[in-house]
């Protein structure tokens, strides 16, 4: 069993609804959708080219799925999670955009924000202490050879090579899309996601992941307001 760290919005959000038609699972439910084609993108090709982002799940990384360190429990870590949650204040990004990144898209901060780096650098740093170190073929996943010195060492310390300044916020929407058919997929991703680029985007929540066993397709464990601390205080 794995656990991450991720934003996700709320499951009755119109992103998580518009998301989880395109990709054809929620997350949340874990119920599977069917897939009709869009413009000149069939079926078979959209479900072949979002099988990656529909397993784990729509969502933004701050901690990579990671499983427990030895002596650390579920439990711990749902309690963790909450404090992590109540302390942390809500923030807008200011505007998403559809960007590729290399061979895959995503939605991405337009700008640089600020909140949103101090947020991931808080959950790789908060949540570590439950991380097990990466086995050898976890680590040889993320082919280490090929990756800049820096990455490199974030992998081996951290278990994610791309945290801190190498961190890019990103809401997958795709696995590696063929060079030929990226100019499509472009323009069914730009249609489909209109009501959502050039928008802000509220972080106002935070989801706990769980993959229950390898290769599962990851489901929400809990998704809590940021916040909570300052309500209470307010209160």
């Not at 982002?53 to 729509?58: A, E, H, L």
Request: hydrophobic residues 40%; negative net charge; glycine residues 6%.
């Amino acid at each position: 069993m794995r656990y991450a760290i991720y934003f996700a919005p709320p499951a009755d959000d119109r992103l998580s609804q518009t998301a989880a038609r395109w990709l054809g699972r929620d997350a949340f439910t874990g119920e599977t959708s069917e897939f009709p084609a869009l413009a000149d993108l069939d079926a078979d090709t959209r479900h072949a080219l979002t099988a990656d982002p529909r397993r784990y799940g729509f969502h933004g990384t701050l901690k990579a799925p990671f499983a427990l360190a030895d002596g650390r429990s579920e439990a711990e870590l749902v309690a963790a999670f909450e404090a992590f949650a109540a302390d942390v204040e809500p923030f807008e990004i200011p505007e998403l955009t559809l960007h590729q990144l290399g061979p895959f898209f995503a939605l991405v901060s337009a700008t640089h924000c600020e909140p949103l780096q101090n947020l991931a650098a808080q959950a790789v740093q908060y949540f570590e202490p439950f991380r097990a170190p990466l086995s050898a073929a976890d680590m040889a996943r993320r082919n280490p050879e090929k990756l800049p010195e820096r990455q490199r060492e974030y992998l081996k310390k951290w278990g994610y090579p791309y945290v801190f300044e190498e961190f890019q916020f990103h809401l997958t929407l795709t696995g590696p899309v063929p060079t030929e058919t990226a100019k499509t997929m472009r323009t069914v991703l730009d249609s489909t996601f209109a009501d959502h680029i050039g928008d802000p985007l509220d972080v106002t929540s935070v989801a706990l992941f769980v993959e229950p066993h390898r290769g599962a397709p990851f489901l929400v464990h809990s998704l809590l307001p940021l916040g909570g601390a300052t309500q209470r205080k307010i209160a």
